[in-house]
């Protein structure tokens, strides 16, 4: 009695846990469950790098992709029984970006953007797969990303995110009937949802710059209808649920919530935020009879609902035990790689060649050293030398030639192998013909001859020039240089006169000094203390000049035996004695 309490209680708290969250997210190496935009659990003791995720409502499952998985890339994880498994192998070169499962056929389906196709593999107890998954659909143009699963009427959709010709496209589960139902108005479309009850697609698109969109369509991508538009935003998954809409946000690194069916200018909630790590998927919970009821197409979905069929839980991947070696072999019994040549890294993941020859290509020796082959016109270890850099000089023009060695063309006033030397133009010989001595009595005039006819009456390209005598006269040379000898002859003549003038000048005469000297007074002589003297004498004057001389002592001599100032003394005493002169 006991033993069945126990189990009630634990199928009561498995039932109560599948109802307590909302949405469900993958952040960085979590599955982080919410509900009311509160945190309630997580799961990642055993994750690495998140990714997509699906939901599988039937089996109580989530399936997700795990990029730095070592052996899986795509693992499930079962929400009653907390049990994991890897259910596709990881290749070499990979980028799955949706996921999505099918509970009627039990097939789970993925887009691979660098192969360019759609894998799948069933979990049908017993089923044979490919470890790394079968090929759906191969495309040439088209780069598939998100994905989704029509359960009841059998159907895949997936966006076609080549912005030359974005597209949504639908086909069979076994890839039949590949059908084209949108592409207008759309840019790229990061992900897409289907609601079952509504029988609508729900599609994200980021469109160029800053805009983005929410929209929905039939199911045949008719009746569409623009949600909402906005920008700043960078959307990354959707997910439907019974009355919202939600999708992540790379930009905010943030959950956003719409109505299904919003009124006019209705703006979106943020409800969750993160701060280290970046969301990546979301998927949102629910019951599958909301999703099912009164559709009669989804009848056997719902049944299946009821029956809680099993899946295979029995894979033939390894569980994550060891690295996974990119380029080498795990080592036996280690956790490490023994590298291919030419690779390095933890996991083998480094090329040495990567980047290492600038202008060439690179490869690996035996011995496992890189090696560069250069392309034209380039040397070194890893052609990193240019060899036509700097070797012309002068303006020339380098070019390899076919062995491989620089040449250069140089312009036409430098030569050399760098174009370092100036060019010498000779005179050809052909063209003057040497002086010859002549005699200067026989010939008189200078002859040039441009053009000499031969013998044949043809002409000839050679110039010959007939030297004159060395006494000639040129009429055209001699005469400027006489004529400027004499202008030459004619200057000198004119200056020499000119020199000689200015000698010869006499300076111009000056004034001479007058002093009147009244009879009635004593003499200026016998005065020394007072001067009269002229306008004209004091112009004349310097400054030290005076017209009083001092006598020689107290009593002075007569004036006409004194001998100091012998001149001027007469012309006092004609003055005195005629005083009715004029000046």
Known sequence: MLKTQCLVAYIALLIGFVYSWDIAITAGDQIEFYSNQTKTSNEGVRFRDLTALAYDAVHNMLLFVDRQNDNASILSYHLATKKYQPLVRRRSYENIQGLAF?????????????????????????????????????????????IAVDSCRGYIYWTNINITKPTIERARFDGSERTVIVDSDIYMLVSIAIDQNTKRLYWADDKEGIHYSIESSDLDGKNRKKLLAGTNHMPNTIAVSHDSIYWVDLGYKSVWRLPKDPPANTQPEDIINFSNEVPFGIVANYDISDQTANIPECAKLASMAQNKTSINDSFNIPRDLGLFCLHGVKLEGRRACKCSPGYIGERCDISLCHNYCLQGDCSILPTGETNCKCKTGFTGARCETNVCEGHCLNYGACSIGSDQKPACKCSAEYEGERCETVKVVPVAESTVAPLEHCDCAKQANVSTLLAAEKSDGS????????????????????????????????????????????????????????????????????????????IENCCNMNICETPCFEPRNTIRPSLLDSKPGKEEKRNLIANMENPDDPY
Request: aromatic share 6%; hydrophobic share 40%.
């Open 459 to 534: 002409k000839t390209n050679d110039v010959y020039i007939d030297a004159t005598c060395n006494g000639g006269w040129d009429p055209v040379r001699d005469p400027i240089i006489m004529g400027l000898g004499i202008m030459a002859g004619l200057l000198f003549l004119a200056c020499a006169l000119l020199v000689t003038k200015i000698l010869q000048l006499r300076r111009r005469p000056r004034i001479k000094r007058r002093i009147i000297v009244n009879k009635n007074v004593t003499p200026l002589t016998a005065r020394p203390d007072q001067c009269e003297i002229t």
């Open 102 to 146: 099918d509970p009627i056929t039990s097939k789970l389906f993925w887009t691979d953007t660098n192969e360019k196709s759609i894998f799948w593999i069933s979990l049908k107890p017993g089923s044979q797969n490919d470890i790394y998954g079968n090929l759906l659909i191969k495309m040439d143009d088209e780069v598939p990303r998100a």
